[in-house]
Nanobody, 124 residues
Framework: QVQLVESGGGLVQAGGSLRLSCAAS????????MGWFRQTPGKEREFVAA????????YYADSVKGRFTISRDNAKNTEYLQMNSLKLEDTAVYLC?????????????????WGQGTQVTVSS
């Protein structure tokens, strides 16, 4: 089993920045793609960003493109989400995820493991 633990969420003013981290531990699995999704009450889980094993391929939701950057450090089994120019509509619980496949996906059902989430609140 794989455990994913997010950190770095919090309260920030609009226009500010936050950096989320996700540490993976547990049974070793080879070359997993990882991603970030977000969720607000009453809405479906929304794709934010994804990254392949090498870090050479990344995808972003249109709503965060140019503001968010996904990255990973495989030596530390950790992925990151740098969030800049935050907007009120970025407020959500952000969830880290990973899948056995090395290929990225925007589909939440394609992922095998999920973290508990970290709250990001953007205030005016």
């Amino acid at each position: 089993q794989v455990q994913l633990v997010e950190s770095g969420g919090g309260l920030v003013q609009a226009g500010g920045s936050l950096r989320l981290s996700c540490a993976a531990s547990g049974r070793t699995f080879s070359q997993p793609a990882m991603g970030w999704f977000r969720q607000t009450p009453g809405k479906e889980r929304e794709f934010v960003a994804a990254i392949n094993w090498s870090g050479g391929t990344t995808y972003y939701a249109d709503s965060v493109k140019g503001r968010f950057t996904i990255s990973r450090d495989n030596a530390k089994n950790t992925e990151y989400l740098q969030m800049n120019s935050l907007k009120l509509e970025d407020t959500a619980v952000y969830l880290c995820t990973a899948r056995r496949s090395s290929a990225t996906s925007r589909d939440p059902t394609a992922y095998d493991w999920w973290g508990q989430g970290t709250q990001v609140t953007v205030s005016s």
